[in-house]
Each structure stands twice: as structure tokens, then as C-alpha cells.
């Protein structure tokens, strides 16, 4: 068993018979494909936008060769694309460090990179760890401050696990069915691709979205891998095999190593921390909706059910209860008791959540009075920025044009943190919910 991060769950590690086709090489005016004949489900698609044609696929140096079976790619990727291992290097037994080198051959979406660079290590006896990156411009990473430790213990050499294939490059954990090699590695300036053959159809988990069953269907699928209101960016091919795709970032995965499904999340949760205990009040039944209007009508739906002995512990109101849907502010008109709201609930044992966008209007408040958040982050330089790191970047959410948090900064962290504590001392609450800047 093994699991990916960002990644999936493989149980049950069942091979199943290949099948294959003959195709054909086309050639191009610098570039001539090797397009071998393989199963149609190890096609990998080399045209995942729309408008795919013989003539601009052969343009992308890809092989064409269409089909009548529904799904499968006409336009797919060649055996001599991608990278070849330029150098390599072992600093210790248990890490390996390599340089690559972009095979000649078109690029996909063009500003494909030439030079990658490959870190990788065997961080315990049953994590392995690499990274795939630009070593001459820094790309931005998602900080890992929140993850326990990445001091590596490890205990097995990472020769025992993991093998690199030189040209074209792939990635293969021994024994794992975890094989780059079906197909390149596509590195660009704002498109990424990684594909990786595995050992059988038993694929779970990809992120959040919504599919009719746990194990996922491999039929040339698409999938979202964090949200499932993203654009999709994971795809499952009859192989079986994953694909990922990204339009900026790095390749940074983990894999980890277990007899069972039980201890490989073990091994997971040793890395980024065990989940947090909620409060046992916030596992009961909850009660929200937009636009309740006013707070008499919120109270009167609280009454409503408590008058039918309605067992729910809590009670929260959306945006319609700030001042022209401004963070940090509530309406003095229609929700003019909210400060005593999470008192008149704490009488019956019931709980107060009130929401958040975090998105700060920029225009004034009512009565042309100033809007102290939005004039304290700014003096903070709290926002998200235009690419010259100076200019804030305007939206339109909620309440109108709007400046975003930028929460990687810590002058927006101070900001954030000093707007929540003086609002809390005006509204009491139980807790707060935070929807996503959309």
C-alpha cells in the first residue's frame, strides 16, 4: 500500500493484462516523434486544450493516430520528449541530486524550461521524498511551517527504493508500481505535467470532489485534486495511470511506504501532525443560511425550533449581517442586538458562528465614514499585490471592489489578527467561519 501527497491511496496491488496498437511517426520540419505501438490506455494526451488536429498536434511533435473508442487521445505523447539526466550525484546513501536537461523537441504551450533540477531522499525508512524544480529561477512554495519536522531519520538507502532512469528521465520506487517512465515530464512556464503508470485500478482519494464511489473510475476521468469547484487537474487512465497537472509551482511529492491502508496514514500523520480534537459542540447539528434579513427573523427561526424541542446546537449568520457585507462590521440597523446574540444562545446551551469573506471593500461606510480595516491594512501593506509587489489587486466580491489578505505575509497576519480581536470585543461569538476568497 501506498500513499501520494498530493495524491491517492493504492490498494490491493492487482496488474492486469496489456493490450496494444500499431501506430505511426510523423515528422516534423526539426523534430521526428518515436511513436511505438503501446496499449491505447497508456496514451497520455499531449493536446489536453480543445481543437486538437493532425497538424497542430505534429507542430507540438506529438504522434497522431486517430480512434473510434470514445476518450482515448488522438494526439499523445512520443517516447523521445521530455528530459534526459544530464548529471547525477550522490552526497550521502541516502539522497540523490541530479541535474536535467530538455530533450530537443517542441514545446507544448511554450517557455518550457531547459534546465530542471531533481532532489530527492529517503526522509525515514518509509518516506520517500522528491522534488522537481526550476534551479534558476525560484518559483513560490507553499511554506511548510505547519508540518511537525522534515529532519530526515532515515534508515534504508535510498538505492533500495528508488530508481532513475537516464534518458528519457522517469522516476520508478522499487516495488511501489509508481512508474514516470509512460510518459515525459512536461516542465513549462505555466503549465506542468507529471504522469506515473500504476500497479491497478484501486485509486482513492485525489482531493475533494464529487464522484458516485470510493474507488475512482480510471475510464479517462478528470478530476479536480484540492477543490472540486477547480478546474480539473488529475486524470485517470485505463493503464492504470495518474496524470497531474498544474499551471505554475513545483513537483514536490511524498510516498509513503505501508503493509496496510492503517499504517501507511500512520506514516502521513507522523509527517504533517495528528488531526486536531474540534470541540465536542461543533460535531452537532447546525443550523445557516443567506439572508435571514434581520436578527428578529434569525431569533424567531431559533424559537421556531426550540418551540418543537429541535435538537441543534448551532446557530450562525451569514455576510447580511455587516454593514454593506464589510468584514469586521455589523448592520446597526437590522442586526442592532447582535452583540448580546451568542448570550441570548449560551442561555439554551446553543452555540454563535458568524462568517467571514475575507475580501475588504475599499470604498467607505455608511455615512461616508471611514472603513478603519480597510485603512489599517492598508498602512500595513496587508494585500495581495500586482506582479510589481507594490500595487494592491482589485476585485470585485461582496461587497464590491475589494483588496485580498495576503495571509503569507506577516504584516497582513498582524493586521488580520488585530482586526479579529477588536471585532470580537464588539461581537461576541463561539466561532468563526472563513469562506474562501472566490
Not at 149 to 157: F, I, R, V, Y
Not at 266 to 282: D, N, R
Request: hydrophobic share 35%; charged share 20%; glycine share 6%.
Amino acid at each position: 500500500t501506498l500513499l501520494l501527497v498530493y495524491g491517492f491511496i493504492l490498494l490491493n496491488l492487482i496488474p492486469i493484462p496489456p493490450f496494444c496498437i500499431v501506430l505511426f511517426s510523423e515528422i516534423t520540419d526539426t523534430f521526428v516523434p518515436t511513436c511505438p505501438s503501446m496499449p491505447l490506455g497508456e496514451r497520455v494526451d499531449c493536446f489536453p486544450d480543445s481543437g486538437a488536429s493532425q497538424e497542430i498536434c505534429q507542430e507540438r511533435g506529438c504522434c497522431w493516430s486517430p480512434r473510434d473508442e470514445s476518450n482515448v487521445p488522438w494526439c499523445f505523447f512520443p517516447t523521445n520528449y521530455g528530459y534526459t539526466v544530464e548529471s547525477q550525484e550522490t552526497p550521502n546513501s541516502y539522497a540523490i541530486k541530479a541535474k536535467l536537461t530538455r530533450m530537443e523537441s517542441p514545446p507544448l504551450f511554450g517557455q518550457h524550461i531547459k534546465e530542471l533540477a531533481i532532489d530527492a531522499e529517503m526522509q525515514t525508512k518509509n518516506r520517500l521524498r522528491f522534488k522537481i524544480y526550476d534551479p534558476n529561477n525560484k518559483r513560490f512554495e507553499v511554506p511548510h511551517e505547519h508540518i511537525l519536522s522534515l529532519n530526515p531519520t532515515p534508515s534504508s538507502p535510498i538505492n533500495n527504493t528508488l530508481q532513475i532512469t537516464q534518458k528519457p528521465f522517469g522516476l520508478t520506487p522499487k516495488g511501489m508500481g509508481f512508474d514516470t517512465r509512460m510518459a515525459p515530464i512536461v516542465f513549462e512556464d505555466q503549465y506542468i505535467q507529471l504522469s506515473a503508470k500504476l500497479p491497478s485500478h484501486n485509486i482513492y482519494g485525489l482531493g475533494e470532489h464529487v464522484h458516485r464511489q470510493y474507488r475512482h473510475d480510471t475510464n479517462w476521468r478528470t478530476w479536480p485534486i484540492f477543490t472540486r469547484d477547480a478546474f480539473p487537474n488529475g486524470v485517470n487512465t485505463p493503464a492504470p495511470a495518474v496524470t497531474y497537472r498544474t499551471i505554475g509551482g513545483v513537483l514536490d511529492f511524498y510516498i509513503f511506504f505501508g503493509d496496510t491502508p492503517e499504517q501507511v496514514v500512520h506514516e502521513f500523520l507522523e509527517l504533517i501532525g495528528k488531526p486536531v480534537i474540534p470541540a465536542y459542540w461543533s460535531l452537532g447539528f447546525q443550523l445557516s443560511r443567506w439572508n435571514y434579513g434581520n436578527l428578529s427573523i434569525v431569533k424567531e427561526t431559533v424559537e421556531r425550533n426550540r418551540a418543537v424541542d429541535l435538537p441543534y446546537d448551532i446557530q450562525y449568520t451569514d455576510i447580511d449581517y455587516m454593514e454593506d457585507k464589510k468584514d469586521f462590521t455589523y448592520d446597526k440597523v437590522k442586526f442592532a442586538e447582535l452583540p448580546q446574540f451568542a448570550e441570548y444562545l449560551h442561555e439554551k446551551g446553543q452555540k454563535y458562528i458568524l462568517i467571514l469573506d475575507p475580501a475588504i471593500a475599499t470604498s467607505k461606510r455608511v455615512g461616508d465614514a471611514p472603513y478603519e480595516s480597510y485603512d489599517r491594512g492598508t498602512a500595513k501593506n496587508a494585500w495581495v499585490t500586482e506582479s510589481d509587489g507594490v500595487t494592491p489587486l482589485i476585485g470585485e466580491v461582496w461587497p464590491g471592489e475589494a483588496v485580498f489578505p495576503d495571509y503569507t505575509s506577516q504584516a497582513c497576519i498582524d493586521w488580520w489578527v488585530d482586526e479579529y480581536e477588536r471585532f470580537y470585543r464588539e461581537v461576541k461569538h463561539d466561532a468563526l467561519w472563513i469562506v474562501s476568497q472566490f
